[in-house]
């Protein structure tokens, strides 16, 4: 018997981007984003452990225990932190993640120092057109070029020292959502917090709708993807499928939609599982839930750490398609619920290989073929057969 898709509720899915949105939490500053998503899983009764630094690892139980899946969202934005105070008493920044300074220029920010938190702006360093003209628009674009200017009365490094500031202390850009009434989504830092909603909204619909999920499957929300090291630490269990959830590039050269989820086929660290992706892809179909392929060529996922960090698994990517992504973000809700439902219909989906139970098999009759043998093995250039190439002489007719 096939389980029944449970709908996604969508005021749980809005209240719960619009809170997390609200939470700064650029990679290292995770804390408090931590401790929220952990209250949204006991309300769900859904048990979880914390790692030392504060990956959040979950337990759905299944009626098996063997093969387990993972299925994870990032809780860690991309942000700044202070490079260097100057004698102006303005910040230089680092970038916190892999993002340009274009899309950096003209926020507001808070900045948080040891005792407190400072608002500020991000400004080129020639920011008046009325001082500086033209040279404003000849201004090269680089984190060399931006300046924090600080909304307290400072204009001396030693002034801005005595407010607190300090190297290395977190700078968090505003998100400033918009949910439109044509269901359009703005915001920084839609990545990956549509993707965290999304899953903590399949797995409300999944507990509330009183199905057994087939096997374990282990939430994860982890608070590294951004500087690249995410899951890799975070998969203590035998775990043979892994799912990452996070954005789509809704841009020119891509296939992706605001409009639909995404399986994502490849990124930068190379293809994803055959097997696995094609398994979600027939779920999208079975499901009628609009669904995108696509390829990500300056891309790394939680997935892709997950593989890095030596884990025998197999890996897949759902994204939510959104445009400008790590700007000014925007996606569509008919994405964050397609994203949502393929998500439900995964965790109520059998294995996609039972004997991955097995971390080794000894034998070929279980292991998986990704097209009819025959079929693989035709070949439109064709081969001559091996016995002909050994009994040909060598070139030249007689033996040197």
Same mark, same amino acid.
């Given at each position: ?160 020292? *005595? @407010?607190?500031?300090? =190297?290395?202390? #977190? !700078?968090?850009? +505003?998100?400033? /959502? ?55 630490? *975070? @998969?203590?269990?035998? =775990?043979?499928? #892994? !799912?990452?959830? +996070?954005?789509? /590039? ?55 750490? *997950? ?94």
């Amino acid at each position: 018997m096939t389980n029944r898709i449970p709908e996604p509720d969508l005021n749980y899915l809005q209240r719960v981007l619009l809170e997390t949105l609200a939470i700064p939490s650029p990679t290292g500053f995770t804390d408090t984003i931590v401790r929220y998503v952990a209250e949204r899983l006991k309300e769900l009764g859904i048990p979880f452990e914390l790692t030392r630094r504060g990956t959040i690892r979950a337990t759905l139980k299944g009626r098996q225990d063997s093969p387990d899946r993972a299925i994870a969202a990032h809780l860690d934005t991309i942000g700044g932190s202070v490079r260097e105070i100057r004698e102006s008493g303005r910040l230089s920044l680092a970038p916190v993640g892999c993002w340009s300074s274009r899309f950096a220029e003209g926020s507001r920010v808070s900045v948080f120092t040891d005792e407190g938190v400072i608002r500020g702006s991000v400004l080129p360093l020639l920011a008046s057109g009325h001082a500086f003209n033209t040279e404003v628009d000849a201004m090269p674009i680089s984190w060399d070029h931006v300046e924090l200017r600080l909304d307290a009365r400072t204009s001396s490094r030693e002034e801005t020292l *005595a @407010l607190g500031v300090n =190297v290395g202390d #977190f !700078v968090a850009f +505003d998100p400033m /959502p918009e949910f439109t009434d044509s269901g359009y989504i703005s915001a920084r830092h839609l990545d990956d917090k549509a993707g965290v909603a999304a899953l903590l909204t399949a797995l409300k619909a999944v507990v509330e709708s009183g199905q057994e999920l087939p096997i374990d499957c282990h939430p994860l929300f982890t608070i590294t993807e951004e500087t690249g090291s995410g899951a890799a630490g *975070a @998969l203590p269990w035998d =775990v043979s499928e #892994f !799912v990452g959830i +996070d954005i789509a /590039p809704a841009a020119k050269g891509q296939a992706s939609s605001e409009h639909a989820v995404t399986v994502a086929m490849q990124d930068s660290g190379g293809p994803y599982d055959y097997h696995l992706s094609r398994h979600l892809l027939k779920l999208a179909t079975g499901n009628d839930i609009q669904v995108r392929r696509d390829l990500f060529r300056y891309y790394h996922s939680d997935a892709q750490s *997950a593989i890095a960090a030596g884990h025998d698994i197999r890996t897949a990517l759902l994204a939510f398609g959104c445009d400008a992504t790590h700007g000014y973000e925007r996606t569509h809700i008919d994405s964050l619920v397609a994203l949502s439902r393929l998500i439900s219909a995964y965790l109520l989906s059998p294995p996609v290989f039972p004997s991955d139970a097995h971390a080794c098999q000894d034998s070929l009759e279980s292991f998986s073929h990704q097209l009819e043998h025959d079929t693989q093995m035709e070949n439109d250039t064709r081969v001559p057969p091996v016995d002909t190439i050994l009994e040909r002489p060598a070139e030249g007719g007689k033996d040197d």
